[in-house]
């Protein structure tokens, strides 16, 4: 019997258990990614049942996108084709954790919020304090290759994923590393995951090194009245021999909306307090006095004993006064257990924040050598003047700068993904004409702009989230690069047939 | 040989440049492992273009490539298994630039690891990867294998401090991956080429980070009268969790022999001792000693010595670095493993260790990077008391199977070359080979770079057998199983090779 859009749910109960199996046109919308409504859900119960599926798809040429929480279907293009979303939360189980070798292999539904509740016990977590932070799961956290303030300590997914376990597309089930924290025993294939928005290979299962919680931790804010100022600070604290476990800078624009606006929903703390162990915690208090919401911010968190933390405290101080008197901040707050997760938790969450302050908001993602950050943020201020639209960011010591651009145009959020999940997805097509065209316009003139400057600057730039309309018009990854055939070549190798969320990451050839 | 291919090598790159007389070629046909195999032609080229067009030459000829730094490696990875031309990188060997601000080098493969340090220090800069040969292996070298080292605890190996790469594709073509601040866009292609052991490219040109020394460091000397103790010591200090950038064990029996050798002040009479070293804030490092101190005289240590000065820093870790060469004075041979473990199950794996010496009557010394699980156990043999070579490839091969039962892998930092491969189905399954086949034909389709590598050859890229039109007879001859973990036949003389033994970790 061939596939038609309409048996496809028959034909997937025929390979999972038919309550697994979902074809409601009102839960499909809210499988969209961007525009695109897939024509069958199947919530598989093993890596088994996800080979099966995989190589019914083969079959039949059928398109799967995995996905987790949904949180983040936004980031990436939308998919070419889109017939079966595979939803990966009922794999959630911890598959081995071994606290005395700081080694966890868990289930790629698994939520990291309970991830790192199974680790807390042992004063162990995994450094990823990623947006979305109390839904996401770990297999989605790690297929969008978001990058968490902490990679200033721990670096990035990259450093800390030791193996993997997945259904390639011949739907044959693979592995690569292994559970041990020093392995170079065949390629490292797992590293490819990161990032690679389920078009290489279903990621069934991940193994991580775990690390052991600080002792005690603090949190640093100063207020600077320019960049310059922040910029030097930060500079100096990475030049002295602190190594603070974030470093970033935030513009006053980010300051305001930190000062004004709560995440939705409930958050855990920030870990390392009581709350994180539990993954539903308290609603976020907003900052208080102390934070200066028309200034630019410098915001560090540091970690240690008693006598580091005062060592801490000592120097940041001296280095602040260190700068010359034009430079230095006209106010500094340490920040302890009570005070701190008011800007900590801001400072994971801020994509969400964006997106609730502006839902048309078009966040860039840019990676650039932290020395380049003044001439950066300069032209990219002038770029969202020319189009005269306000802007967040935040830069980070790490190299990375969130730019967002943020229209306040109420109509042109209906199409975001994550507003369009909840329409009758007939109504999506309505959103798309009216005056919201010359701001996706505007936006699409900005992004060029974006992408131009950081190629000048030999830093890479992503679009993280925008409205849906401005992928009709251009590729959030940017300009072709010179790589994009080496990644073709090993998207054939992993996905021969191209079954797997097909044109998500590169444009189809 | 084909003498047209060695005249156009000549024309290219001068005749300086081109090695093909049989004596000159005997350097190249071993490196730090126990294999051997001659390549055709050895190539000097000074210029990524070079590159390139050595290997357009090489296709042209259809004869297989090698690319290989200083040659200290421990798993063949820079043997010309199937002959043809090796690409030597000794003189792509400078410094391109350095970011002092950005904390990023530029330099060419050939640059020995030591150098980037030596030429950074002056600004308090340093590069983190520390293999013990790295006072002569080649950064470019480090990046196939994706090295480590001692410090790789803390600090992570050669993948963690790698940005950005140019490569040579096997078919010429020159291709630039990564970026400098190391957020590449799309798949991480450095993570995949950083340890594919010269299988999928050559590495022209490497980015890499450099590191702020620490503010303080402390090295510690941990003395036990039992191994247990020691091995214990160190699955404490991991599960509390503290974090020295340094962890090595070295038992009695090695330790005898280094200290005889090189005069460390290690105690004669002891079980076993750890190396530590802590680093960071001067607080933060004083605090952490004081801990592993107490760890340490829980599990009934002896002795705690912390260094005095540099100086006896220094010492310390050159009875560690030079152990290889002193071991060479005791054996004509010693066979050097790489197996990796679960750090909670160090005890019982040491203990299996010693008992497979002892049913194969053989020495077996361990020096090692405890804190990562790293094991280098050294079988130590004669090759000219007949059946000696075979038991020590036998008690390898238990040595590595019981790593691998535990949890563990084949290797942590020396790879998989030529002499692992025929166990890799001790962890991979055929659908995971068909897939690294895939993703190595995606690069490298007819096996033209590094042949035979890696894959067991009866599931690898299938280059032996393709190879029949080549007409190359050498090839079949070298690539034949040689003496592999797996098969304990002494295929190879695997003889003592005293100048690549005292390169080892």
């Not at chain 1, 997945?166 to 392995?183: E, L, M």
């Not at chain 2, 040109?205 to 510690?220: D, F, G, Q, S």
Request: aromatic content about 6%; hydrophobic content about 45%; overall charge negative.
């Amino acid at each position: 019997m061939p596939v038609t859009s309409t048996n496809l749910g028959d034909r997937l109960a025929s390979i999972i258990d038919a309550s697994r199996v979902h074809s409601d046109p009102a839960v499909l919308a809210r499988y969209a990614v961007d525009e695109v409504i897939p024509a069958a859900i199947a919530r598989p119960g093993s890596a088994e049942e996800i080979a099966e599926i995989a190589r019914f798809a083969i079959a039949e040429n059928l398109a799967i996108v995995p996905v987790g929480s949904r949180s983040k279907l936004g980031i990436g293009m939308p998919p070419t084709r889109y017939d079966i979303a595979l939803d990966m939360t009922a794999l959630d189980q911890i598959a081995h954790y071994d606290p005395g070798d700081l080694t966890l292999s868990v289930d790629a539904g698994l939520p990291l919020a309970k991830l790192n509740a199974a680790l807390a016990p042992h004063r162990q977590f995994l450094p990823l304090l990623l947006p979305f932070y109390s839904t996401s799961t770990i297999g989605g956290v790690i297929a969008s290759g978001l990058n968490s303030p902490l990679r200033q300590t721990y670096g990035t997914a990259r450093d800390f994923l030791i193996g993997a376990e997945f259904i390639d597309g011949t739907g044959a089930p693979c592995k690569s590393g292994g559970r041990v924290v020093k392995n170079v025993t065949g390629y490292d294939l797992h590293k490819l995951l990161i990032g690679s928005f389920g078009t290489l290979a279903i990621i069934t299962r991940l193994n991580f090194r775990t690390f052991p919680m600080p002792l005690d931790s603090r949190g640093f804010v100063a207020a600077f009245p320019s960049a310059e100022g922040a910029l030097a600070l930060r500079r100096k604290i990475a030049e002295s021999p602190l190594s603070p476990l974030t470093l970033e800078v935030l513009n006053p624009q980010l300051a305001q909306i930190f000062a004004t606006q709560t995440p939705s929903g409930h958050e855990p703390a920030i870990f390392g307090d009581a709350g994180e162990s539990a993954s539903t915690g308290t609603t976020l208090p907003l900052p208080g006095d102390w934070f200066d919401a028309k200034s630019w911010q410098l915001c560090a968190a540091f970690a240690g004993s008693a006598e580091v933390l005062q060592r801490y405290e000592r120097d940041l101080t001296a280095l602040a006064r260190s700068l010359p008197p034009a430079l230095r901040p006209t106010a500094t707050t340490f920040l302890d257990d009570a005070t701190r997760p008011a800007i900590w938790g801001r400072l994971r969450e801020a994509l969400p924040l964006l997106l609730q302050a502006s839902p048309a908001a078009t966040i860039f993602r840019i990676g650039a050598l932290p020395e380049t950050h003044a001439a950066l943020l300069d032209a990219l201020r002038e770029i969202a003047q020319r189009c005269d639209i306000p802007h967040a960011l935040i830069a980070r010591a790490t190299g990375n700068i969130y730019f967002a651009l943020l229209p306040d145009d109420p109509s042109i959020h209906l199409a975001n993904a994550h507003v369009a999940a909840a329409l009758d997805p007939q109504d999506v097509g309505h959103l798309l004409d009216g005056t919201n065209q010359e701001i996706i316009a505007q936006l699409a003139k900005a992004a060029d702009a974006v992408f131009a400057l950081c190629a000048k600057h030999s830093a890479t730039a992503s679009i993280q989230f925008c409205p849906a309309l401005l992928k009709r018009h251009m590729n959030v990854f940017g300009p072709p690069r010179p790589d994009a055939a080496a990644m073709r070549r090993l998207k054939t190798a992993f996905d021969p047939q191209n079954i797997f969320a097909p044109g998500r990451m590169l444009q189809e050839s | 040989m084909n003498s047209d291919l060695i005249r156009e090598l000549q024309i290219l790159l001068g005749r300086a440049s081109v090695l093909s007389l049989p004596e000159e070629l005997l350097m190249y046909e071993y490196d730090g492992s126990i294999e051997k195999s001659l390549p055709d032609a050895v190539v000097f080229p000074t210029t990524t273009q070079q590159v390139s067009e050595i290997v357009k030459l090489a296709n042209k000829h259809d004869v297989p490539i090698v690319g290989r730094g200083a040659g200290t490696g421990l798993s063949g990875g820079a043997i010309a298994r199937a002959g043809g031309v090796m690409i030597v990188f000794a003189r792509m060997n400078r410094i391109l630039s350095v970011d002092y601000e950005n904390l990023r080098a530029v330099v060419q493969p050939g640059l020995v690891n030591a150098e980037l340090t030596r030429a950074v220090e002056h600004a308090g800069l340093y590069f983190a990867p520390d293999p013990s040969s790295q006072k002569s292996c080649t950064i470019g070298g480090n990046v196939s294998e994706n090295s480590g080292g001692p410090h790789t605890l803390a600090y992570g190996v050669t993948t963690n401090h790698v940005t950005a790469l140019e490569l040579v594709l096997p078919d010429g073509e020159i291709l630039r991956i990564g970026n400098a601040q190391g957020d590449a866009l799309g798949y991480d292609l450095s993570g995949l080429f950083v340890g594919s052991e010269g299988t999928l490219a050559l590495v022209t040109e490497i980015t890499v980070r450099l590191c702020r020394k620490p503010e303080a460091v402390k090295t510690l000397l941990a003395i036990f009268d039992s191994i247990d103790d020691a091995s214990e010591t160190v699955v404490d200090i991991t599960a509390r969790a503290i974090t020295p950038a340094a962890c090595e064990m070295m038992d009695g029996w090695t330790l005898r022999v280094i200290e005889d050798y090189v005069h460390a002040g290690f105690p004669m009479d002891s079980a076993a001792v750890i190396l530590l070293e802590i680093e960071g804030l001067r607080q933060s490092v004083a605090a952490q000693a004081t801990a592993i101190e107490e760890v340490c005289l829980t599990h009934h240590a002896r002795e705690v010595r912390l260094a005095r000065d540099d100086r006896e820093r220094d010492l310390f870790w050159k009875g560690r670095k030079n152990a290889f060469g002193a071991l060479g004075r005791i054996a004509p041979c010693n066979y050097v493993l790489d197996g990796v473990i679960p750090r909670s199950k160090l005890p019982q794996t040491l203990r299996r260790i010693y008992e497979i010496g002892k049913a194969y009557d053989l020495q077996i010394g361990n020096i090692f990077h405890a804190g990562d699980g790293n094991l280098h156990p050294l079988v130590l043999y004669d090759p000219r008391t007949p059946g000696k070579l075979e038991a020590a490839l036998a008690a390898a091969n238990e040595i590595i199977r019981y790593c691998v039962e535990v949890g563990g892998s084949l290797t942590g930092e020396h790879g998989v070359g030529m002499e692992k491969a025929e166990l890799m189905s001790l962890i991979f399954s055929d659908a995971d080979f068909a897939l690294m086949r895939r993703v190595h034909d995606a690069f490298n389709p007819s096996a033209s770079l590094n042949p035979a590598k890696i894959f067991p050859l009866g599931k690898g890229c299938g280059e032996i057998r393709v190879r029949p039109t080549r007409g190359h007879a050498t090839i079949a001859t070298s690539a034949a199983p040689s003496a592999s973990l797996l098969s304990g036949s002494a295929g190879n003389s695997a003889s003592a090779k005293p100048e690549a033994a005292t390169a080892k970790h």
